[in-house]
């Protein structure tokens, strides 16, 4: 059923890192289908922010929802559910490198409950050529340059269909070139329905592809008017 | 190229050496518990009461004394034949001499000081000397029975060494088991270290703990197992080596129990290797990304 409840509430949350507070009284939401670009200096709060997005990071005090799930009360044992619901991305989130693309996307959906050969196989060349990685199916991780890992990880992130993405610096090993296809890649997923909420420092992005702004500043999260 | 990390993938060899060497050890102090089991169970069995007669008894009163013997609960059976000798004081003085090398003869002349005895080996459960102590008493109330002697404290001397030697045996066994579990937890640590990040990934696709953990549990199972039958066939060939070696050994030997130390071993092995995968798989599952790095 079509509900238009937004995807992402964090309503009055303290973000901390270890003991020490990055963020305080943060409150925004995300709708369904909304690009939103989450900037700031390193060590503003934004990777911790995301973190506590996709429960990696307890939230100790405040209240948010993602994708349905209730965050500050939710238990260990609930987390891969929750991430079968949203999908994330950053820099350092590896493939298996002893298998091919296909198999590494196989895999994922055997580990989040699916069962049926066919339709995986469907699935998984349904989110290659999303990515535009159609012929790489039976390519190894390391035949493929960084940019197209990326965007097999960015596959990887789509099989279960998520609500939202979370990106934590996705292009941030990229060079220039690369890193405008991926942003690129990112929009087309977003115009097809996913909302996205991407964490960078890449001025250059933002000012190519407008799109809302959270600001991570002095212990704040502000929304930012458009470039 | 780089050799490429399969998933779930430890150093098998260094595992398996660990595991080996340790259960090698373990099943080497079953092998000697086993045996000195049996040696006990072999002295015990050759223990024997003697049952000194008084002098000029006729044969028919010998035999209604050998025939209360018989029916004793106490006298040791081998294949329903109740353990009882007859020994002459003629043949105890002849070995007499030949043990001691003197000749009682020179200073007693023809006058044999020996009795003739009945030589009654007992069955274990009447191994201890309060209970030989008790016999002692109910058969010297025979009639025709001069007196009943046997090594007093032996009995309880070999029950008390057989004992220290399952204690010192089982202290050295929970030793080894845990330099094991610290020793392959470590080196299955190390090599998990390795993969922390795979781990993180599988987890942030929304694998749960269970499905992550699989595939390095059947692994760490299979090395355990590989290590159990390794020692196992060490164990077998150090036994089959010493039997023909070491003369007499062969009587310590029973291959039933044998086969059930080897299965412990196995399973130990195996569960080792479960156990110890689970705890460093475990605690990567519960790291968080900062902790990670």
Redesign the interface.
């Known amino acids: 059923m079509f509900t238009s409840e937004p995807v992402v509430v964090i309503q009055s949350a303290f973000i901390y890192q270890n003991e020490r507070i990055v963020l305080n009284d943060v409150n925004f939401s995300i709708n369904k289908g909304e690009f939103v670009f989450l900037i700031g200096r390193t060590g503003s709060g934004k990777s911790s922010l995301l973190k506590t997005l996709y429960a990696d990071l307890w939230l100790q005090q405040g209240k948010a929802k993602v994708a349905g799930f209730t965050i500050e009360t939710m238990k260990a044992a609930e987390r891969p559910f929750l991430r079968r619901k949203i999908g994330v991305v950053f820099q350092d989130f590896q493939l298996f490198m002893d298998r091919n693309v296909q198999e590494n996307l196989m895999w994922v959906l055997e580990a989040t409950g699916w069962t049926d050969s066919a339709r995986m196989k469907a699935r998984v060349a349904e989110v290659l050529m999303q990515v535009g990685m159609s012929t790489s199916r039976d390519k190894m991780p390391h035949q493929l340059s960084g940019g197209e890992q990326q965007r097999v990880v960015i596959a990887r992130a789509l099989l279960n269909e998520p609500q939202i993405l979370f990106a934590d610096e996705p292009t941030g090993n990229l060079d220039p070139e690369v890193s405008g296809q991926i942003i690129e890649l990112f929009h087309e997923i977003n115009k097809a329905g996913t909302a996205i909420l991407m964490a960078t420092h890449d001025f250059d992005m933002i000012r190519k592809f407008p799109a809302r702004i959270l600001k991570c500043e002095n212990g704040y999260v502000k929304e930012q008017p458009q470039v | ?1 780089a050799k ?4 779930g993938s430890t150093p098998n060899v260094m595992v398996v050496i660990s595991l080996t060497i340790a259960l090698f050890l373990i099943g080497m102090c079953g092998l000697l518990t086993l045996n000195a089991r049996k040696l006990a169970e072999l002295v015990k069995q050759n223990v024997e009461l003697q049952v000194y007669l008084d002098d000029d008894l006729t044969t028919s009163k010998l035999d209604s004394i050998y025939k209360i013997l018989i029916k004793k609960e106490f006298v040791l059976l081998k294949e329903n034949s109740p353990q009882i000798n007859f020994i002459s004081k003629e043949v105890a003085a002849k070995q007499f001499i030949e043990e001691s090398g003197e000749d009682y003869r020179r200073l007693l002349g023809d006058n044999n000081p020996l009795h003739n005895l009945y030589a009654v080996k007992i069955k274990q459960e009447y191994f201890n000397d309060a209970k030989l102590k008790e016999i002692k008493v109910a058969l010297e109330l025979i009639p025709g029975v001069h007196e009943v002697a046997y090594v007093e404290n032996f009995v309880d001397e070999v029950n008390k060494n057989i004992s220290k030697i399952y204690l010192v045996l089982s202290v050295f066994v929970m030793l080894l088991l845990l330099i094991i579990i610290i020793l392959v937890n470590n080196t299955i640590k190390l090599s998990l270290y390795s993969q922390r ?2 781990i993180r ?9 269970g ?2 953990r699989k595939p390095f549990i059947i692994k760490g199972a299979l090395q355990g197992l590989t290590s159990g039958l390794v020692a196992s066939s060490c164990l077998i060939l150090l036994q089959q080596l010493a039997v023909r070696k070491v003369e007499g050994l062969v009587l310590l030997q029973e291959m039933d129990k044998m086969i059930y130390l080897l299965l412990g071993i196995l399973i130990i092995g195996t569960l080792m290797g479960i156990l110890s995968t689970f705890q460093s798989v475990e605690r990567y599952l519960r790291l ?3 902790e990670l790095y």
């Not at chain 2, 987890?203 to 749960?208: D, E, I, K, N, P």
């Open positions: 190229m490429i990390k399969k998933l990040f795979l990934s599988m987890q942030l696709v929304g694998a749960t703990n499905f992550i968080s990304l900062d």
